[in-house]
């Protein structure tokens, strides 16, 4: 009988997340939303992690992020913090 380094019931969570998001043992997504403010004047707009249009603030049309293709890139004077569920 062989014995195998980790246990399969409860595999390895830092193992988890970087296995494709379709091969997990509990598929979940890799985009999520971001709460970003404003260098300008302070307000907080969402957005969407694999955002593909050039997001503006509302209030002052300064430049809050860009795509890449993938993840968007944040300006860096950006503040941000991901948003849970």
């Known amino acids: ?5 980790e246990d399969m019931n409860f595999p390895n969570q830092e193992n988890q997340k970087s296995q494709n998001k379709l091969k997990r043992l509990v598929p979940s997504p890799n985009s999520y939303f971001i709460d970003v403010k404003c260098p300008g004047c302070f ?3 969402t957005i969407f992690s694999h955002s ?5 603030c509302e209030k002052c049309f300064t430049l809050l992020c860009e795509p890449t293709g993938g ?4 300006n ?7 948003k849970n569920n």
């Not at 593909?52 to 503006?56: D, E, G, S, V």
């Open 1 to 5: 009988m062989v014995k195998l380094n």
């Open 43 to 45: 307000s907080l707009t």
């Open 71 to 74: 993840k968007v890139r944040l």
């Open 52 to 56: 593909q249009t050039l997001i503006k």
């Open 76 to 82: 860096q004077a950006c503040l941000y913090y991901q």
